[in-house]
T-cell receptor, first 111, second 110 residues
Framework: GENVEQHPSTLSVQEGDSAVIKCTYS??????FPWYKQELGKGPQLIID?????GEKKDQRIAVTLNKTAKHFSLHITETQPEDSAVYFC??????????FGAGTTVTVRA | EADIYQTPRYLVIGTGKKITLECSQT?????MYWYQQDPGMELHLIHY???????EKGDLSSESTVSRIRTEHFPLTLESARPSHTSQYLC?????????FGPGTRLTVT
């Protein structure tokens, strides 16, 4: 099955700086890569996703890049704000609809 | 905002009790999922369903059971709760690949 590794496990950044989270996956058949944000006491919320036929996707301050050859993808958050503090999960889907999640990254934005 | 609901949000119950965690969605999604989230925040798939009368076990072995009699409803049942079942349980649904999560049920078994 698919194995997704996520780094770092914790990330502390100064407000206004950028944050980068990296994930690698093992199954070359994976073709969909979502990112979720989970705030305290809530369920994960989809914030951005990318499909295997696209190398980069951007939505305001967040962007995701995908390198299919190296089997890794990354989340970039620019101009971080206190409300960006949360746990972020990457995931991948091979040929079915079951998501394989990374272990999560706890992001803390320092004011 | 996805329309997926879970009740109760918090439950504290004694060992040996039978419990049912409710999950419902109003989006008409065929696919529904149950995840268990441990204190380290990792998400583990314990059950999934691709439609009415279809249920499968996920990657993490669980003593819970599920049923899917209606498209919008996917309850999870523990016949005899144990302290090892203490966890956060998250329900999700999807039409294609994008999964939408409910707010979760935090279960504590004493």
């Amino acid at each position: 099955g698919e194995n997704v590794e996520q780094h770092p496990s914790t990330l502390s950044v100064q407000e206004g700086d950028s944050a980068v989270i990296k994930c690698t996956y093992s199954d070359s058949a994976s073709n969909y890569f979502p990112w979720y944000k989970q705030e305290l006491g809530k369920g994960p919320q989809l914030i951005i996703d990318i499909r295997s036929n696209v190398g980069e996707k951007k939505d305001q301050r967040i962007a995701v890049t995908l390198n299919k050859t190296a089997k890794h993808f990354s989340l970039h958050i620019t101009e971080t704000q206190p409300e960006d503090s949360a746990v972020y999960f990457c995931a991948a889907i091979p040929n079915d609809y079951k998501l394989s999640f990374g272990a999560g990254t706890t992001v803390t934005v320092r004011a | 905002e996805a329309d997926i609901y879970q009740t109760p949000r918090y439950l504290v119950i004694g060992t040996g009790k039978k419990i049912t965690l409710e999950c419902s969605q109003t989006m008409g999604h065929d696919k529904m999922y149950w995840y268990q989230q441990d204190p380290g925040m990792e998400l583990h798939l314990i059950h999934y369903s691709y439609g009415v009368n279809s249920t499968e076990k996920g990657d993490l072995s669980s003593e819970s059971t599920v049923s899917r009699i209606r498209t919008e409803h996917f309850p999870l049942t523990l016949e005899s709760a144990r302290p090892s079942h203490t966890s956060q349980y998250l329900c999700a649904s999807s039409e294609y690949h994008e999964q939408y999560f409910g707010p979760g049920t935090r279960l504590t078994v004493t």
